[in-house]
Structure formats: structure tokens, C-alpha cells
């Protein structure tokens, strides 16, 4: 596809069960991020990589939460036990390279609801 | 910790009214700004960025914004805006020499009445 696809576009978990959350960058993007945005915020930055690096995973706010990019263009963020404070939507976006003036393009996320 | 702060999160405006919505930051060094916004029912797209250079930035659809540093602003600003620009805008600062990711506002929800 053109864009970035990200799949489920909508997950329910019971509390406490794991999910895998799914981005398919745009072909060709060296960059991509995750980012959690909670209802009525903004989106907040969770991890980095470059190709299958992970260069930065500062925002992760928990051990529960792990981001893979094994061959350097599909990425899963898995969130292990999840509880209610995770509900949110899931956002990936990737660019072209490591410019850091490479647009970023976001795709439609996923949204995560605990019960 | 950088930060961004949005002042207005929901506006009303007519249409061909003018638009500006305001955005602080509070990072000291060096920065990259950027405007995204998003349509109902779509994702995020950029609408403007600045890097360097001339401090007036123009966007797609007729936006434009104004860097200011002693103010620690970057204000977008439309001057009549349409129905269609009905949409969430969040404003996005990257540090220059730190991490890779955006630090967002928490966006401004935007009403264009007909």
C-alpha cells in the first residue's frame, strides 16, 4: 500500500491478557517510531528504530511493553499483561531516512481497549 | 523535559474567519517545530515544519506559522478558513540534539461552522 498500514485497527483484551499490535511501514522507510495517544491527548513518543535498531526506547512506560523491527520494515509492539491504564490507540509512523528533517507518516492506529 | 503547550483545545469559528492557534514550548536549544493535523476518521499528516532559516513557515491548504524564538512560540495561522479545515491540530517539537521522537501538544480541536 501507499501509506503506513497498521493492523488490528481495533483490539479488546481482558485485563491481564497479551497483545501484539502491528505496523507495516511504507516501503523503503529506514525510520520508525511508536507513539500512545490516550483520549484527549496528544500522542506521546514511545520508541525509535532505524532499520532493525532500537535506538531509543525511553517512552516505554513499562517492562510490559516490547517493540521488535527484526528485519528492518514490519514492527510489532507487544504489550504483555495488559491493565486498564493501556487503553489508548497505538500509533506508528515511519520516514525515508535519518534525516531528522524526513517527514514522519502516520498511519490510522490501533485502538486498545482494556475491559 | 521538553514539553509543548496548545492554549485553546476546542475553537468555533465561522467560515472566513481568520485562525490562530497558539503553541509554547519549552525546550532552550536548538529546535525542530512542526503543525500535524488530522481529519475525522483519518490520520495525522503534516501541515507545516521548521528547521532553519526564515522564521515564517507556509504549510499546505493556505496555513502558515510563525517561529518566535524569545517567545518560545510557534503559532499557526490561517487567514479565512473553510469547513473543511474542521480537524484536531497538534503542534510537535523535536529537540535538535536530542531524542528522535516528537514531544506533541495536546492538540486543539478545531469547528468551522458553515
Known amino acids: 500500500g501507499a501509506g503506513v498500514s497498521q493492523s488490528p485497527r481495533y483490539k479488546v483484551a481482558k485485563r491481564g491478557q497479551d497483545v501484539a499490535l502491528r505496523c507495516d511501514p511504507i516501503s523503503g522507510h529506514v525510520s520508525l517510531f511508536w507513539y500512545q495517544q490516550a483520549l484527549g491527548q496528544g500522542p506521546e513518543f514511545l520508541t525509535y528504530f532505524q532499520n532493525e535498531a532500537q535506538l531509543d526506547k525511553s517512552g516505554l512506560p513499562s517492562d510490559r511493553f516490547f517493540a521488535e523491527r527484526p528485519e528492518g520494515s514490519v514492527s510489532t509492539l507487544k504489550i504483555q499483561r495488559t491493565q486498564q491504564e493501556d487503553s489508548a490507540v497505538y500509533l506508528c509512523?515511519?520516514?525515508?531516512?535519518?534525516?531528522?528533517?524526513?517527514?514522519?507518516?502516520f498511519g490510522q492506529g490501533t485502538r486498545l481497549t482494556v475491559v | 523535559a521538553q514539553s509543548v503547550s496548545q492554549h485553546n483545545h476546542h475553537v468555533i469559528l465561522s467560515e472566513a474567519a481568520s485562525l490562530e492557534l497558539g503553541c509554547n514550548y519549552s525546550?532552550?536549544?536548538?529546535?525542530?517545530l512542526f503543525w500535524y493535523v488530522q481529519y475525522p476518521g483519518q490520520h495525522l499528516q503534516l501541515l507545516l515544519k521548521y528547521f532553519s532559516g526564515d522564521p515564517l513557515v507556509k504549510g499546505i491548504k493556505g496555513f502558515e506559522a510563525e517561529f518566535i524564538k524569545s517567545k518560545f512560540s510557534f503559532n499557526l495561522r490561517k487567514p479565512s478558513v473553510q469547513w473543511s479545515d474542521t480537524a484536531e491540530y497538534f503542534c510537535?517539537?523535536?529537540?535538535?540534539?536530542?531524542?528522535?521522537?516528537?514531544?506533541f501538544g495536546k492538540g486543539t480541536h478545531l469547528i468551522i461552522q458553515p
Open positions: 510537535a517539537v523535536r529537540s535538535g540534539g536530542g531524542a528522535d521522537g516528537l514531544t
Open positions: 509512523a515511519s520516514s525515508l531516512d535519518r534525516d531528522r528533517g524526513s517527514e514522519a507518516f
Open positions: 525546550y532552550g536549544g536548538t529546535v525542530n
